[in-house]
């Protein structure tokens, strides 16, 4: 949000399972050692080699040809010579025909509801006309994941929040968070947002959306005001997503928990709400203003968000839908690959300290000639969470009803409560607790699938396992799970068994106290620390946003968007394309079909580490610049001046 700009909801950790088991201690302590001196050995490799030698290594090996852009924080952004960085679409901004032009002094629900909402984050690119490949004609998808509230008014503090917030204010907040699809083009090389569009839509809070799978219509999601358990309105903290190859695109609800507050009644969901942090009440007004966000009201509210929800942006009628066979936790988003057999597999992380990596797989195949066959497809299939060993292999377990612990000894009376419950059911299953799982997601030309771990400052020394091998891992790392079978179209994605690898360890390779792990030519400006939200290229290149928090002013780097090959002489050697406005992350990075777009997403500019920094005093003004205005979340496009493929 944040009223200390600080990035409390992402990592409370609330895990108090005792996984691993006691048992399998000492095989990890063993393995940690290694891990120690493998980390040891390539961090003296980064040391020892000199600058020149590292820029001539790097000059060589990458694929990647751009010059690097400086890791300085700015108050505006920066993108390598070469390239055009242009925004593209703001906070406010007319999405719905009709939509009034953005009064910063004037908000309004109604308005809010017509116009771009708050701290854009995933982005989705789908080509107009739909099954087409056109990369210059298409819909932007786009999630709102939370509101800064010290930067839409004036004058709001922690002291005076409660009182300033009132049931007007609230309900503009609701407006600006949820889902906005955007017609855009592109045109003698710029691109636009296209005025008065028939397809553009917003999906804020008073959306109805429907609830689907097993968990539809289960008690423990029955409202006052949907008896029936099967339809909410809107869709709430949309952090990442993904996009189903049927042209659909999946929206995670991520940190839900933060908007309710209120006394709940002893009602047996006490062990529930606390293992998934709600009530805690970040933004405890919602709770004052609005029933549903009061737990004394409606106590079963908090169960119908943390889902994974599918909307199709093609038309702009349709109903979005919760699907429920994916789990209820903190989905950062979900990726999907179709499997050889022709299932689709779906991978989501749980974004908060010490949770899981799950893994769906569908029941029936996906059928590319007729898209309203795939329709339901997300609504049946086997959940699965991974637990990795210190061998190096990596077991999916599965959260199927009857199986298992997974029984109503358990508390499990139907998988509609392993599903409601998932997190709980893969405690029972041992998962492996990793640091804060951002993207999970397959790069589709090699098949390997790789988890972005931003980081976990609390894992202490005996928490320490051979897949998070650093305590106090402010900087994050990368596991590569890699599907057996082969690569590329090869790899089987439904196998019980995988084996995993970690190619990156974040933090500064010139300070071997990080313990950091790349290629050794990686630059000063080409470290990276926080990788939150990725993107492959056509090629299988990885692009990777960071999200540093507060953390970035103690290393003075921006957060940015950073590119390498996975494999290759160039693998690992990250190099840094975008720097970020001081005080924003990097998110939902995008590329269209021809590689020549990448859209990126510049979410909070001006708030994390910056005390002081509000609407009224703000540390930036990115991207106006104007007096009257406070900093805004805006879509940003890179392209390349010469028209050419971005990164080649
Ligand atoms: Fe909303 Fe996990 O970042
Ligand atoms: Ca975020
Ligand atoms: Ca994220
Ligand atoms: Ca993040």
């Known amino acids: 949000m944040d009223l200390s700009h600080d990035d409390p909801v992402e990592d409370i950790g609330r895990n108090p399972s005792a996984n691993p088991a006691f048992g399998e201690i000492v095989a990890l302590r063993l393995s940690r050692r290694a891990a120690l001196r493998a980390l040891a050995s390539t961090a003296v490799a980064g040391v020892l080699a000199p600058q020149a030698a590292r820029e001539s290594a790097a000059r060589t090996a990458s694929s990647l040809t751009f010059t690097e852009v400086s890791a300085q924080p700015s108050t505006t ?30 908000l309004t629900a109604a308005a809010q509801e017509r116009q771009f909402g708050y701290n854009n984050d995933f982005l989705a690119y789908l080509p107009l006309p739909a099954g087409s490949d056109n990369s210059t004609h298409g819909l932007l998808v786009v999630n709102h994941e939370y509101t800064n509230t010290s930067f839409m008014w004036p004058g709001i503090t922690s002291e005076s929040v409660l009182e300033l917030m009132t049931r007007e204010r609230t309900e503009v907040e609701l407006a600006a968070h949820g889902l906005s699809v955007v017609e855009v083009r592109r045109t003698g090389g710029t691109w ?12 804020p809070m008073t959306t109805p959306v429907r609830i689907s799978g097993p968990a539809a219509g289960h008690a423990r999601l029955q409202t006052r005001a949907d008896p029936a358990g099967t339809r909410v309105l809107g869709t709430l903290n949309n952090c990442a997503g993904g996009k189903t190859p049927w042209g659909t695109t999946l929206h995670g609800e991520e940190n839900f928990h933060g908007y309710f507050s209120g006394d709940a009644p002893a009602d047996g969901e006490a062990a529930a709400r606390e293992r998934y942090g709600v009530g805690a009440g970040r933004y405890k007004w919602w709770g004052r203003h609005i029933d549903r966000f009061n737990l004394a009201l409606e106590p079963n509210e908090p169960n119908r968000f943390g889902w994974i929800v599918e909307l199709d942006p093609y038309d702009p009628a349709s109903t979005p839908v919760k699907r429920t066979a994916l789990g209820r936790f903190k989905h950062e988003g979900a990726s999907t690959i179709v499997n050889k057999d022709g299932r689709v597999v779906l991978y989501s992380g749980d974004d908060e300290r010490f949770e899981y990596i799950y893994r769906f797989v569908t029941s029936g195949v996906f059928d590319p000639a007729n898209r309203a066959a795939n329709r339901d497809l997300l609504d049946s299939g086997v959940l699965s969470v991974a637990r990795f060993e210190a061998d190096g292999s990596l077991h999916w377990r599965r959260l199927v009803h009857g ?34 799982p951002e993207d999970v997601e397959p790069n589709p030309v090699t098949g390997i699938v790789y988890a972005m771990l931003t980081n976990n400052a609390a894992r202490k020394e005996e928490e320490v396992d051979a897949v998070n091998p650093r305590a106090s891992n402010v900087h994050g790392h990368i596991v590569a799970m ?16 995988f084996t ?11 300070k071997p106290e990080d313990g950091a792990k790349y290629h050794p030519g990686v630059s000063a400006d080409g470290w990276l620390s926080a990788p939150d939200n990725v993107a492959f290229d056509a090629r299988g290149r ?48 995008e590329f269209t079909p021809d590689n020549r777009t990448l859209f990126v997403s510049v979410q909070h500019p001006g708030t994390d580490g910056l005390p002081g920094s509000s609407f009224d005093t703000p540390a930036t003004r990115w991207p106006d610049f104007r007096d009257d205005m406070p900093p805004r979340p805006s879509v940003v496009v890179i392209t390349r001046e010469d028209g050419g493929e971005i990164g080649a």
């Open 192 to 203: 636009a947002v296209v005025a008065d569009s028939r397809l553009s839509r917003r999906v």
């Open 77 to 106: 952004h920066a993108v390598a010579p070469g390239y055009r960085a242009d925004i593209l679409i703001r906070w406010g901004d007319p999405v719905v025909a009709g939509a009034p032009p953005f009064e910063v002094h004037n």
């Open 542 to 589: 990885l692009w990777i946003g960071t999200d540093t928090g507060r953390n970035w002013s103690k290393y003075s780097i921006a957060d940015g968007l950073f590119a390498c090959d996975t494999a290759g002489p160039g693998a690992w050697l990250t190099r840094r394309l975008f720097a970020c406005p001081l005080g924003s992350e990097l998110c939902g990075p």
């Open 482 to 497: 890699i599907p057996p079978g082969g690569s590329g179209k090869d790899a089987d994605h439904a196998a019980d068994v």
């Open 403 to 436: 199986e298992g612990p997974l029984t109503e000894a358990n508390g499990f009376a139907s998988q509609a409560d392993v599903l409601i419950e998932a997190r709980r059911a893969a405690d029972l299953l041992g998962a492996t607790k990793m640091d804060r």
């Open 500 to 510: 995993w690898t970690i190619p990156i360890l974040g933090g500064d390779p010139a």
